[in-house]
């Protein structure tokens, strides 16, 4: 009973009563058009700050890739960020489109675990500030939406993290919302704890003239709420220098002097940018070839044997090219876990995170010793 209220006319006052008829969209990239110029349209919630949210396009058909090999086979409708660096993933449908049911809600998964891995932090920089330059929109006037003091390295750093952690919103768009839809959106919300997923019905009414209402309805809202107030206290908490140190109490005497001992090259090589998360993390940039390049996260879990140090390959990769990352490779350690991680990355083409365990570090101090040279030899490689 409930979708009967759309099929009735607003009516708009000022010189005289024009009522306004639903309409649907005539094409589907019409409606894909207007989400792009009026991102403002899907702008519901608040960030974790209490700011109310404003979604910036990324880009309109986002390439997705699958693989390093196979190029990109599939293509997002939107992504859009906001300003706490989560990024919004949206697939539009018209109600006449079948696949709004159920094949869409499979089709989203796709993008978001695949954007998850193969969108590194530079090449989302670039898509978006090709985006704004397309569109005659001036840089700084974007970026100031989003910054609030980062530099754009340190913002995209966030936004791959997200993806990474897969902190993300999921938007199905539609001019009508079957129950179907709805039902799957309602149950994903309840078992997905660190993306949201939403169904947006916008209905559009056309009156005489240039006249036309649009009507957003928000599906998942409910679902999400408890969720999103476990994680406010978190999301937007920027980690320090001064919070590890403090984590690092808890740890053994060998574990801190490892984790110290990269703290203390960070501050001396390069550049330490504390992350958003649920845990102490920081990432470090180093000068590499005339850039700032992203190469590690430190992450000190609530489990001090989960505490791990993380190699930014993807955006290794992206900066300086395949070759300078697999150089990078060979010259960390062969310890456990992270020998098999690596080859597993050569056969990727090294765009993933491969990990290894803090504990495996602080036991093997020659290995340490090998992830600092290995460091030091990407500063200073002529080839990158």
């Known amino acids: 009973m409930g979708l009967e209220v759309a099929e009735q006319p607003v009516f708009l006052l000022g010189g005289g009563l024009n009522a306004l008829e639903p309409a649907p969209f005539d094409t589907e990239a019409e409606f894909q058009a207007l989400l792009a110029r009026h991102p403002r349209i899907l702008d519901f919630g608040s960030l974790a700050d209490g700011r109310p949210l404003r979604l910036v396009l990324v880009a309109r058909e986002m390439r997705v890739p699958t693989s390093n090999e196979s190029g990109s086979t599939y293509w997002l409708d939107h992504l859009f960020v906001d300003a706490d660096g989560v990024p919004t993933l949206v697939e539009v449908k018209r109600a006449a489109d079948t696949r709004i049911r159920r094949e869409v809600v499979g089709q989203m998964f796709d993008y978001a675990a695949n954007g998850a891995r193969y969108w590194p932090a530079a090449l989302l920089q670039r898509t978006f500030e090709e985006t704004c330059a397309a569109d005659g929109r001036p840089l700084e006037d974007a970026y100031q939406e989003l910054l609030g003091g980062q530099s754009p390295g340190e913002f995209w750093a966030t936004v791959e993290e997200r993806l990474a952690a897969g902190r993300m919103r999921l938007l199905f768009v539609a001019d009508r919302i079957p129950l179907e839809l709805r039902a799957i959106v309602e149950f994903l919300n309840r078992q997905l704890r660190q993306t949201d997923v939403y169904a947006v019905e916008l209905t559009q009414y056309k009156g005489s003239g240039?006249?036309?209402?649009?009507v957003p309805r928000v599906h998942g809202e409910v679902a999400t709420a408890n969720k999103t107030q476990s994680r406010s206290g978190q999301a937007g908490r920027r980690w320090t220098r001064t919070d590890m140190d403090a984590a690092l109490q808890s740890r053994s005497p060998e574990l801190r002097q490892a984790a110290?001992?990269?703290?203390?090259?960070?501050?001396?090589?390069?550049?330490?940018?504390?992350?958003?998360?649920?845990?102490?993390?920081?990432s470090v940039y180093f000068p590499a070839s005339g850039r700032d390049v992203p190469v590690w996260t430190l992450s000190l879990r609530e489990d001090p044997d989960k505490d791990d140090l993380a190699f930014s390959f993807g955006s290794i990769t992206h900066h300086l090219g395949r070759d300078a990352?697999?150089?990078?490779?060979?010259?960390?350690?062969?310890?456990?876990?992270?020998?098999?991680?690596?080859?597993?990355?050569?056969?990727?083409?090294?765009?993933?995170?491969?990990?290894?365990?803090?504990?495996?570090?602080?036991?093997?101090?020659?290995?340490?010793?090998?992830?600092?040279?290995?460091?030091?030899?990407?500063?200073?490689?002529?080839?990158?």
């Open 210 to 214: 240039d006249h036309r209402v649009l």
């Open 260 to 282: 110290l001992a990269l703290l203390d090259h960070a501050e001396v090589a390069g550049r330490t940018v504390g992350n958003r998360a649920a845990y102490p993390s920081v």
């Open 325 to 384: 990352t697999s150089a990078f490779a060979d010259a960390l350690p062969a310890v456990e876990g992270l020998r098999q991680k690596i080859a597993v990355q050569r056969d990727k083409g090294f765009t993933g995170w491969p990990a290894v365990s803090l504990a495996v570090l602080s036991t093997q101090p020659a290995a340490l010793g090998q992830v600092l040279a290995a460091i030091e030899q990407l500063m200073s490689d002529d080839s990158t």
